[in-house]
Structure formats: structure tokens, C-alpha cells
């Protein structure tokens, strides 16, 4: 090992000169891999990670190849992922962002990888890195054609820091938007302000982000400015100040006060919920990563700027270009950005098309003999969909389920469509999944719909699910979404198409207009975009056609338990696609009705009557506070607050407005 430990310190010092990282890929036995290892640990000063595989007695920390993003927010010199026992392409996107400057990142086992694309994939990016073979001769120097630059790496994020300040001291309902590269100390940007601001004067602040893991260096570097703090799990405390983590749905639930909200990883937080914070908190400041695993953030950008520009005309946004923890140009980065696609933007059209090419599935083959077909879909799927991951790629390389359709205008993808293949169970799998015995992986809408309807056809059918729809920003209401999912019925051979989304009232109208029905909508919420999964279907079936009676059932009794909290004009839009389960009233119901409107009887003893009026009745959005009082039972105070009346007498006073509209609308 001695050639090799010669080696090393020649691409260390190369590395720490310009402050860049490198990547090295061994080929060998297992125990020649170990030893080098161990030598780059023992030669490398500073903190050891390992991502996979066996953990070494030489690391500083370990994690299993899947959970790569609990090293978020540390640091490390030397990183070795460990291939032997395959790859997760989010957790090494993550920790490769925790290796620093002057360090080096080791990815061993190689040769262990599968044969599928997937696998291969990685094996060719792995080639671009220095590779070092057991019985080849090591290479006699080493250098790279990169550019070095000299440029003050804390600049940018000082000019950060400083902006966050002015959303506090300057004027109100101006937001700051900061985006950056991973790497670029966006987060301890903000961990670094709020110390300042708590400790120049009495500041409450509210932090909220997916999960907490996401903000784990705001409050790191915070606690290092303000050593004496009072730290808890969710929170810090100096003196009169404070820092607290607020989930985003309890955030617009619970409407904390607070002097200044900061929102990290803005770009996985649904475009509604963001702009429901900028109404609520009028200092606020918007951060999130570009790339990455979180999702590339940049249809955030756009969508959310558009908006801000439209009603918070003083907005500012901020890039952060200059990474931190290495400097510009790094071969390492530049290689991850390669490898899994994170650098390629979606190309704008110089002449907008007015015709292009029908839909058309693009095999796995081609996907990984001509990159630039994968790169093209890929780019805008990640624009469209904050939830595109590294891990989406592989899938589209390596799992057979999983397919691409497109649509190209010459060289360039206008839309696309990614869907799994779900069903074709055999009668015992199915049952066995009715009695919740199994539950396979993959086939989430056909095993949900066989547990829930307890029929055995939603499995033992073959149907596709739509996962990611998206079309290019410049085409957006053309109809093009549409168009595909047309086509894609066409081409499709299997018994029923199927999506599975947080649904809003935007999408919901959408697959509605497009011939798929509701047929269940989850009990729980996602914890970071607080919406309820919404399973719709498209198919010529009789078990679809009791599937959305049985959801209208179940829906209505479920207002007044797992869905207190759901948005009214949703349950409007749900309600209107969804089938009448009562029958109609009576002239004496009506009448009775009538008379509490017209200010008699007592809520009490109509209030059953009013529920199914609304139910059998179109009810649009003017007449919410019957929804909330009648189907989801609100009570009169929580009903006042909403409404931002005194109390029972007002709301109550606009409750019988709004059956009066109903009963005359009805008879009209």
C-alpha cells in the first residue's frame, strides 16, 4: 500500500489546493478495497462516513445504503459508499453533499451491481472517476482541467444573511426568496441569521420545512452562535427569543404569531400552502434547494415567483451561486450533476410548436443508449413535479413496471407521461390482500382497492397508473395534458388506468374532465402538503360504477370524523362528482326548511334536514358555512373564526342566507 499512500497524498494535495473534491472508484478483492480504505482514513484528516455495505471500524459514522439523508447536515473529509449490496441514487445524492472541500468520496464494490440499466447507469458514470484497479499500475500523476476559483466562498451567503435581516427590520409583505445548489450554506444562512436577530433584540420566530431533519444546520449553527441557548427537539430559547419548528400543515392550522417565518425546502411544499403563508405571515423568508433529492425546485420558481411578482410586487429573490463547503467547479459535483441528470435545464422553445408528434412509449433500451432522450423527459419532469427524485431515474432505467411515454417536437419533449404497470393478481393474491394478509409492493391503487372494496377485480384486472404527468411550462393550457392522456387510453391494452394524488380542486378538475371517476380518498394527510391522496380510475366496469357509490357513502359520514379539517370548496368540488345518496325531500321538509331560513324553528331540530339538503342539492361556493356547520360539524365558534364574526348569532344569521339561496336555487 505504500505506492498507493504516495498516490494519495498527491490527490489530496491537489484537492486541498483547490479546494475541490474528488471521486475514486476501486476495483479489486475485498480485502485490497478494505485496506485502501483504511489507508485514505488514516491519511485524510478530518471525520470518516460510510454510506452501505458492512460498516468499517475506521468510520466516523455509518448509515445503511437507504437512509443517506440522516448524515444531512454534517461534514465529512472521506466518504466511501459501499455498491456490494446495490444503490439508492437519493441517499448518495445526499451524502455527497456532506463531503467537504480538499476530501475525497470512495465508492467501492462496484463490481457487485446488477446487470440491470439502473445498475449499468451507474457503472458507466462510475468509468468518468479516478479509477484505481488492484493489479494495474497506478497512475503516475494526476491532474484534472478544471478552473480554480479565488472568489470569497462566504460572500454570497453574507449577502443572504443580511436580506433576511431586512425582511425583518424593513417593510412588511415583502418576501425573500433564496435558492441555491446543495452545498451553498443556504440553510446555515438562515440558522446564522435568526442567531443575530435573537440576539439584537425580542424576536419570536417560526421555522417550518417537510421534516425536521431538513433544518437540522439552522438550528446547528444558531446553537453555535448562541452557545447558552435553551435547546429542545423542536425549538430554541435565548433569553426573550425563540426559535420553534412548526410542521406546514399545523402552521396554517394552528397560525402561530410570530415577528418572522422561515420556510426551508419551499419547493416540497405545495404552491397553495406557500402562498396561504405569504397571506398569514407578512415577514417571511422563502429558501429551498434547486437540486438535489428534495427535487429540483426550479417549477417552484417559476410558479411561485409568478405569483409573488402578481401580488407582492416588492418581492426579492436571491440565488446563491458559490458553494461553501468546496469551491467553484468541482469535479465531484460536476460528475453527480451528470450522473443523475440534476444539471440538465429544460430548454425553452425559441418558436412555439403548433404540431408535434403523437404519444409514444420509449423503451428502457433507448432510455440508456441515447441520454439525451432520458435527459429530455427527465428535465421536465423535474420541473413539473417537485417530488422527481434521483431514485425516479433509476426507476425509468431499471424497473420494468415502470414506463415513459412522450411526445417530441423534433429533437425536444413536449410532454410526457410516467406510469407502473399495477394488477393482474391471481384470485388467492387478491383475496388474500381483501383479508389484508398481503399487501405487494408496487401495486398501490389495485391492492388499496381490493382491501377497501373487499372484491377481488380491482387486483386480478391489469390497469396502469399514472404517476407523473407534465408538459412544457411555455404549453401549459393548451390542452396538451388532456391530449396525452387520450392517447395514452389508446395505446394502452389494460383493463383501467388509475392516479393516486394530493388532491386539490385544480387537479381534481382535471382527471374529472378527463373521464376518471373518485373512487377513495385517504384518511391521512401528508404531513409536509397537508392534502389527502385521492385514488381515481377510468375503465368500463361494473365494480368501478358501485366503487364511486360506495365512496359517496362512506365520504359523507367521513366529514364528520377524518376530514373535519378538509378545505369546504374541495368538499364542494368532491361532492358535485360524486353521485346523490339520498333521496329527495318532501313538501313538508321543505317547507320546515323554509321556515327555519326564513328565521323560525331552531338549528337543532333542522339540522338533519339542512344535511340532506346539501346532499341532494348542487351546492356551489358561496354557501361553505353549510358545509362546515351541517357535514363537518363545526361548531358555532369555530364556524365564527373562520368567518371572522362575533359569534352564534351572526353565523347563524348567514346560515339561514345560505339555505334560502339553496332551497331557491333548487326550485328555480
Given at each position: 500500500?505504500?505506492?498507493?499512500?504516495?498516490?494519495?497524498?498527491?490527490?489530496?494535495?491537489?484537492?486541498?489546493?483547490?479546494?475541490?473534491?474528488?471521486?475514486?472508484?476501486?476495483?479489486?478483492?475485498?480485502?485490497?478495497?478494505?485496506?485502501?480504505?483504511?489507508?485514505?482514513?488514516?491519511?485524510?484528516?478530518?471525520?470518516?462516513?460510510?454510506?452501505?455495505?458492512?460498516?468499517?471500524?475506521?468510520?466516523?459514522?455509518?448509515?445503511?445504503?437507504?437512509?443517506?439523508?440522516?448524515?444531512?447536515?454534517?461534514?465529512?473529509?472521506?466518504?466511501?459508499?459501499?455498491?456490494?449490496?446495490?444503490?439508492?441514487?437519493?441517499?448518495?445524492?445526499?451524502?455527497?453533499?456532506?463531503?467537504?472541500?480538499?476530501?475525497?468520496?470512495?465508492?467501492?464494490?462496484?463490481?457487485?451491481?446488477?446487470?440491470?440499466?439502473?445498475?449499468?447507469?451507474?457503472?458507466?458514470?462510475?468509468?468518468?472517476?479516478?479509477?484505481?484497479?488492484?493489479?494495474?499500475?497506478?497512475?503516475?500523476?494526476?491532474?484534472?482541467?478544471?478552473?480554480?476559483?479565488?472568489?470569497?466562498?462566504?460572500?454570497?451567503?453574507?449577502?443572504?444573511?443580511?436580506?433576511?435581516?431586512?425582511?425583518?427590520?424593513?417593510?412588511?409583505?415583502?418576501?425573500?426568496?433564496?435558492?441555491?445548489?446543495?452545498?451553498?450554506?443556504?440553510?446555515?444562512?438562515?440558522?446564522?441569521?435568526?442567531?443575530?436577530?435573537?440576539?439584537?433584540?425580542?424576536?419570536?420566530?417560526?421555522?417550518?420545512?417537510?421534516?425536521?431533519?431538513?433544518?437540522?444546520?439552522?438550528?446547528?449553527?444558531?446553537?453555535?452562535?448562541?452557545?447558552?441557548?435553551?435547546?429542545?427537539?423542536?425549538?430554541?430559547?435565548?433569553?426573550?427569543?425563540?426559535?420553534?419548528?412548526?410542521?406546514?400543515?399545523?402552521?396554517?392550522?394552528?397560525?402561530?404569531?410570530?415577528?418572522?417565518?422561515?420556510?426551508?425546502?419551499?419547493?416540497?411544499?405545495?404552491?397553495?400552502?406557500?402562498?396561504?403563508?405569504?397571506?398569514?405571515?407578512?415577514?417571511?423568508?422563502?429558501?429551498?434547494?434547486?437540486?438535489?433529492?428534495?427535487?429540483?425546485?426550479?417549477?417552484?420558481t417559476l410558479k411561485f415567483q409568478s405569483w409573488l411578482n402578481q401580488h407582492r410586487p416588492n418581492s426579492r429573490f436571491e440565488h446563491i451561486i458559490s458553494p461553501i463547503r468546496w469551491a467553484d467547479n468541482d469535479p465531484l459535483e460536476q460528475w453527480q450533476f451528470k450522473t443523475f441528470l440534476l444539471d440538465y435545464e429544460l430548454q425553452p422553445f425559441e418558436v412555439l410548436p403548433t404540431t408535434f408528434a403523437p404519444l409514444a412509449e420509449i423503451d428502457k433500451e433507448s432510455l440508456f443508449t441515447q441520454p439525451h432522450l432520458l435527459a429530455q423527459?427527465?428535465?421536465?419532469?423535474?420541473?413539473?413535479?417537485?417530488?422527481?427524485?434521483?431514485?425516479?431515474?433509476?426507476?425509468?432505467?431499471?424497473?420494468?413496471?415502470?414506463?415513459?411515454?412522450?411526445?417530441?417536437?423534433?429533437?425536444?419533449?413536449?410532454?410526457?407521461?410516467?406510469?407502473?404497470?399495477?394488477?393482474?393478481?391471481?384470485?388467492?393474491?387478491?383475496?388474500?390482500?381483501?383479508?389484508?394478509?398481503?399487501?405487494?409492493?408496487?401495486?398501490?391503487?389495485?391492492?388499496?382497492?381490493?382491501?377497501?372494496?373487499?372484491?377481488?377485480?380491482?387486483?386480478?384486472?391489469?390497469?396502469?397508473?399514472?404517476?407523473?404527468?407534465?408538459?412544457?411550462?411555455?404549453?401549459?393550457?393548451?390542452?396538451?395534458?388532456?391530449?396525452?392522456?387520450?392517447?395514452?387510453?389508446?395505446?394502452?391494452?389494460?383493463?383501467?388506468?388509475?392516479?393516486?394524488?394530493?388532491?386539490?380542486?385544480?387537479?381534481?378538475?382535471?382527471?374529472?374532465?378527463?373521464?376518471?371517476?373518485?373512487?377513495?380518498?385517504?384518511?391521512?394527510?401528508?404531513?409536509?402538503?397537508?392534502?389527502?391522496?385521492?385514488?381515481?380510475?377510468?375503465?368500463?366496469?361494473?365494480?368501478?360504477?358501485?366503487?364511486?357509490?360506495?365512496?359517496?357513502?362512506?365520504?359523507?359520514?367521513?366529514?364528520?370524523?377524518?376530514?373535519?379539517?378538509?378545505?369546504?370548496?374541495?368538499?364542494?368540488?368532491?361532492?358535485?362528482?360524486?353521485?346523490?345518496?339520498?333521496?329527495?325531500?318532501?313538501?313538508?321538509?321543505?317547507?320546515?326548511?323554509?321556515?327555519?331560513?326564513?328565521?323560525?324553528?331552531?338549528?337543532?331540530?333542522?339540522?338533519?334536514?339542512?344535511?340532506?339538503?346539501?346532499?341532494?342539492?348542487?351546492?356551489?361556493?358561496?354557501?361553505?358555512?353549510?358545509?362546515?356547520?351541517?357535514?363537518?360539524?363545526?361548531?358555532?365558534?369555530?364556524?365564527?373564526?373562520?368567518?371572522?364574526?362575533?359569534?352564534?348569532?351572526?353565523?347563524?344569521?348567514?346560515?339561514?342566507?345560505?339555505?334560502?339561496?339553496?332551497?331557491?336555487?333548487?326550485?328555480?
Amino acid at each position: 500500500m505504500q505506492d498507493y499512500k504516495h498516490y494519495l497524498n498527491q490527490l489530496l494535495s491537489l484537492a486541498k489546493t483547490n479546494r475541490h473534491r474528488f471521486g475514486v472508484c476501486l476495483q479489486g478483492d475485498n480485502h485490497w478495497q478494505t485496506e485502501f480504505c483504511s489507508l485514505a482514513a488514516s491519511t485524510i484528516e478530518g471525520s470518516s462516513f460510510q454510506l452501505g455495505g458492512e460498516e468499517l471500524p475506521f468510520v466516523t459514522q455509518f448509515c445503511s445504503m437507504g437512509k443517506g439523508q440522516k448524515l444531512l447536515g454534517h461534514e465529512c473529509q472521506l466518504l466511501i459508499i459501499d455498491l456490494s449490496a446495490g444503490f439508492d441514487a437519493n441517499s448518495i445524492t445526499s451524502v455527497l453533499g456532506t463531503l467537504c472541500g480538499g476530501g475525497l468520496a470512495i465508492f467501492t464494490h462496484s463490481e457487485k451491481l446488477g446487470g440491470d440499466l439502473g445498475a449499468q447507469w451507474l457503472l458507466r458514470a462510475l468509468t468518468e472517476l479516478v479509477v484505481l484497479e488492484q493489479h494495474a499500475k497506478i497512475p503516475s500523476s494526476t491532474s484534472f482541467d478544471v478552473q480554480v476559483a479565488h472568489e470569497d466562498p462566504y460572500s454570497q451567503q453574507a449577502q443572504a444573511i443580511e436580506l433576511v435581516h431586512k425582511v425583518v427590520t424593513g417593510h412588511r409583505r415583502r418576501p425573500l426568496v433564496l435558492t441555491a445548489d446543495r452545498g451553498r450554506g443556504k440553510t446555515s444562512a438562515l440558522g446564522i441569521a435568526a442567531a443575530q436577530l435573537m440576539a439584537s433584540r425580542n424576536i419570536r420566530i417560526v421555522v417550518t420545512a417537510p421534516t425536521i431533519h431538513n433544518i437540522a444546520p439552522l438550528f446547528e449553527h444558531a446553537k453555535r452562535l448562541l452557545p447558552q441557548a435553551t435547546q429542545n427537539r423542536t425549538g430554541l430559547i435565548w433569553q426573550q427569543s425563540s426559535i420553534e419548528f412548526v410542521a406546514p400543515d399545523e402552521l396554517l392550522r394552528q397560525k402561530p404569531e410570530c415577528d418572522l417565518l422561515l420556510v426551508d425546502e419551499a419547493a416540497a411544499i405545495p404552491l397553495p400552502m406557500l402562498i396561504n403563508m405569504v397571506e398569514r405571515f407578512h415577514r417571511a423568508v422563502f429558501a429551498t434547494t434547486v437540486h438535489g433529492y428534495e427535487g429540483c425546485g426550479r417549477g417552484f420558481t417559476l410558479k411561485f415567483q409568478s405569483w409573488l411578482n402578481q401580488h407582492r410586487p416588492n418581492s426579492r429573490f436571491e440565488h446563491i451561486i458559490s458553494p461553501i463547503r468546496w469551491a467553484d467547479n468541482d469535479p465531484l459535483e460536476q460528475w453527480q450533476f451528470k450522473t443523475f441528470l440534476l444539471d440538465y435545464e429544460l430548454q425553452p422553445f425559441e418558436v412555439l410548436p403548433t404540431t408535434f408528434a403523437p404519444l409514444a412509449e420509449i423503451d428502457k433500451e433507448s432510455l440508456f443508449t441515447q441520454p439525451h432522450l432520458l435527459a429530455q423527459c427527465f428535465a421536465l419532469l423535474v420541473n413539473a413535479h417537485y417530488q422527481t427524485t434521483p431514485n425516479d431515474l433509476m426507476l425509468l432505467l431499471s424497473d420494468s413496471s415502470v414506463k415513459l411515454f412522450a411526445s417530441f417536437f423534433e429533437e425536444q419533449c413536449i410532454a410526457c407521461i410516467v406510469a407502473v404497470e399495477e394488477g393482474g393478481f391471481e384470485q388467492s393474491l387478491s383475496e388474500d390482500i381483501m383479508l389484508g394478509r398481503r399487501r405487494p409492493k408496487g401495486h398501490l391503487v389495485a391492492s388499496s382497492l381490493c382491501s377497501i372494496l373487499a372484491d377481488s377485480q380491482p387486483g386480478m384486472a391489469s390497469s396502469l397508473r399514472v404517476m407523473r404527468i407534465a408538459v412544457h411550462p411555455q404549453l401549459h393550457n393548451q390542452g396538451i395534458g388532456s391530449r396525452i392522456l387520450s392517447e395514452l387510453s389508446v395505446l394502452s391494452r389494460y383493463d383501467y388506468l388509475s392516479t393516486s394524488f394530493g388532491v386539490t380542486g385544480e387537479l381534481l378538475h382535471f382527471w374529472l374532465a378527463n373521464g376518471f371517476l373518485p373512487l377513495r380518498l385517504g384518511t391521512s394527510r401528508d404531513q409536509s402538503s397537508g392534502t389527502h391522496s385521492l385514488i381515481m380510475v377510468k375503465g368500463e366496469h361494473a365494480w368501478i360504477e358501485e366503487a364511486v357509490i360506495s365512496m359517496a357513502q362512506d365520504f359523507t359520514y367521513q366529514l364528520k370524523e377524518c376530514f373535519v379539517e378538509l378545505d369546504a370548496n374541495l368538499i364542494v368540488d368532491l361532492l358535485a362528482a360524486l353521485p346523490k345518496v339520498k333521496a329527495s325531500l318532501s313538501c313538508l321538509q321543505r317547507t320546515r326548511l323554509k321556515a327555519y331560513a326564513n328565521g323560525g324553528s331552531s338549528f337543532e331540530n333542522i339540522a338533519p334536514l339542512i344535511e340532506a339538503a346539501v346532499l341532494t342539492s348542487h351546492i356551489d361556493k358561496n354557501k361553505t358555512l353549510l358545509i362546515r356547520r351541517v357535514l363537518q360539524l363545526w361548531d358555532w365558534q369555530q364556524c365564527a373564526e373562520e368567518l371572522s364574526l362575533p359569534g352564534r348569532k351572526q353565523v347563524e344569521a348567514q346560515l339561514r342566507q345560505q339555505l334560502e339561496s339553496l332551497l331557491s336555487a333548487c326550485k328555480a
